[in-house]
């Protein structure tokens, strides 16, 4: 079978003993799944060249279809994971319509892995507020300019958009839009897997049944 150029070989067995010192460290050393997170996050922030609070949103549409693309983190707390969209894109439809989601955050510069799945719940309505208050102003704009995943005529349209919207609101202030919201996915279980040498990866889980009971926390062959 011809090799694919395109994709990159199996590591040797020389290059997998240079990432074993550096793997060798525990770092399974939170008893809570938010803590764990949230210290691989900072160690994230240190080492990812862009957006270490990428994630990767898995949701599905009324058929089971599944759907993914990356979005941004933008809060995580005692409930679960926040993220913010429009309310009327493929994502929010899909969330309205079946309301469980899965999350993936890979953090290459550190070999690091964390998935997340659980229920979706809207946030609090001053939440969202608060939060779209924070954000720039040409971006809040651009909330109400944007169909978000409808058909688009050209770039044109858009920014002819984006000029319509600028010049309603003037100098005054950009309110939030109804169909602009955020979600917190509440985790029923999450794995860490961290890469090891020969591909003999750490994985633990923590899972619970419902949001009231205790984690339970159990490893994971690779």
């Not at 994709?7 to 997998?16: C, G, H, K, L, R």
């Not at 990432?19 to 008893?31: G, L, P, Q, S, Y």
Request: net charge neutral; glycine share 4%; charged share 30%.
């Amino acid at each position: 079978m011809s090799k694919d150029p395109l994709i990159p070989p199996t590591p040797s067995e020389a290059e997998y003993q240079n990432t074993a010192d550096a793997n060798a460290v525990e770092i399974f050393d939170r008893e809570d799944p938010f803590e764990l997170f949230s210290h691989w996050l900072e160690d994230a922030k240190k080492k990812e060249p862009n957006d270490a609070n990428a994630m990767a949103l898995a949701t599905a549409d009324q058929d089971g279809l599944p759907d993914v693309r990356m979005v941004l983190l933008k809060g995580v707390d005692e409930r679960g994971f926040i993220f913010y969209t429009n309310l009327e894109s493929a994502k929010g439809q899909q969330l309205a319509e079946n309301a469980q989601a899965a999350l993936c955050f890979h953090w290459k510069s550190l070999r690091r892995q964390v998935r997340v799945r659980g229920q979706v719940e809207a946030v609090p309505q001053d939440e969202a507020d608060a939060y779209f208050a924070s954000r720039a102003r040409d971006s809040r704009i651009g909330a109400w300019a944007s169909k978000q995943s409808r058909p688009l005529e050209s770039r044109f349209a858009l920014e002819k958009s984006v000029a319509r919207e600028a010049a309603r609101f003037g100098l005054g202030e950009v309110p939030r839009p109804e169909h602009w919201s955020g979600f917190v996915i509440r985790p029923k279980s999450l794995e860490f897997w961290r890469d090891r040498p020969f591909r003999l990866h750490d994985r633990m889980t923590f899972q619970r049944q419902d949001f009231s009971s205790p984690w339970t926390v159990s490893r994971l062959y690779p």
